[in-house]
């Protein structure tokens, strides 16, 4: 298979890292100084220096001429590059392949998830599928094994890629739930915030995985109410990638959590970070849905008020641990 991978950041290098070892790969970045960077040192220095590139990707900085002939066009920028992305792709070739978006969140002001955004640019009918689930891009790029979701709303297209691209290192599940598995993405990073600052305060063990079963509660709510499956919220792209996010100290969104449970200002938080944590814009934007949509989110609006409305990390948790008892039982999880 023939295929671009647009975006340089850690998440495009991994995966083009990974694809170039069994297919013809372009990686593209706008930026032309950074492409003659990554090609020189034959590797992306800032964010995995340890994964060399396979000798046979191609390294581009001209739009046109990375996506001119190939299978499929995948788009691993943060959420917010993907509208421009897409306007550039569509400025600059007459015919575009196949989508493929490996970004994950909710865009800041329009609230649309990644698949609505092609829909808006391109076309309804354009073939668009998305890839999420457990996955650091340090331990994709350097071939440690993985499980992720390939999922569509034609599920042929989606088990067609999957075919393509499994391999025992990177193994692939057809999806056909494609709002379900973007909601999961989305919404588990905003979790993954709540989770680090618990971790950060020294909550312990036993409120980290309180609030990772209830944040998964959350999540779930919202992908029903949105349309999703209850069962995609089990899979990869809901439970395993809110486990992983949660967890793991490649989390970025985690981290936030941590250095907002120090006190620093989310500024300085971001600036230190040097890398884009998702679930900041996201978190505003799930809220204001569930609010639209009359679903209860405790945790996403706790972690609001630690982004956007000054409240301290120990406040809001004393507000959580305050709420009145459910049934656990009483509508999803």
Not at 31 to 55: G, K, M, T
Request: glycine share 10%; charged share 15%; with cysteine.
């Amino acid at each position: 298979m023939k295929l671009a991978v647009l975006g340089a950041g850690a998440w495009g290098s991994a995966l083009a890292i990974t694809f170039a070892r069994h297919h013809d790969v372009t990686l593209w970045a706008r930026d032309a100084a950074q492409v003659a960077e990554l090609a020189a040192n034959r590797c992306n220095q800032r964010y995995l220096p340890d994964s060399p590139f396979p000798d046979a990707l191609t390294l581009c900085a001209d739009l046109p001429r990375s996506v001119a002939g190939v299978d499929l066009i995948l788009i691993a920028t943060p959420i917010a590059g993907l509208r421009p992305t897409l306007r550039a792709l569509f400025a600059s070739s007459g015919h575009l392949a196949p989508v493929l978006c490996a970004c994950k969140g909710f865009e800041a002001g329009s609230s649309l998830l990644p698949h609505q955004v092609v829909a808006q640019e391109l076309s309804a009918t354009h073939p668009c599928a998305v890839l999420s689930g457990p996955s650091f891009a340090r331990e994709v790029a350097n071939g440690l094994p993985t499980a992720v979701t390939i999922a569509a709303d034609d599920a042929q297209f989606a088990e067609r890629i999957a075919r393509e691209w499994h391999s025992p290192l990177l193994r692939l599940y057809a999806n056909d739930d494609l709002l379900g598995v973007e909601v999961g993405g989305a919404v588990k990073n905003v979790m993954a915030i709540a989770t680090g600052v618990a971790d950060g305060l020294g909550f312990g063990m036993n409120a980290r995985a309180a609030l990772i079963t209830r944040g998964l509660a959350e999540i779930t709510r919202l992908g029903v109410a949105l349309g999703a499956s209850q069962q995609t919220m089990m899979g990869l792209a809901g439970m395993g990638d809110l486990i992983l996010t949660c967890t793991g100290a490649l989390s970025r969104n985690r981290q936030v959590g941590l250095k907002l449970a120090e006190g620093k200002p989310l500024a300085q938080i971001l600036l230190e970070l040097g890398h884009v944590a998702e679930g900041v814009s996201t978190a505003r934007e799930v809220l204001a849905m569930a609010e639209r949509l009359e679903v209860d989110m405790p945790i996403t609006a706790a972690v609001c008020g630690l982004l956007y409305y000054g409240a301290e990390p120990g406040q809001v948790v004393e507000e959580l641990l305050r709420r009145s008892p459910k049934s656990e039982s009483g509508g999803y999880l």
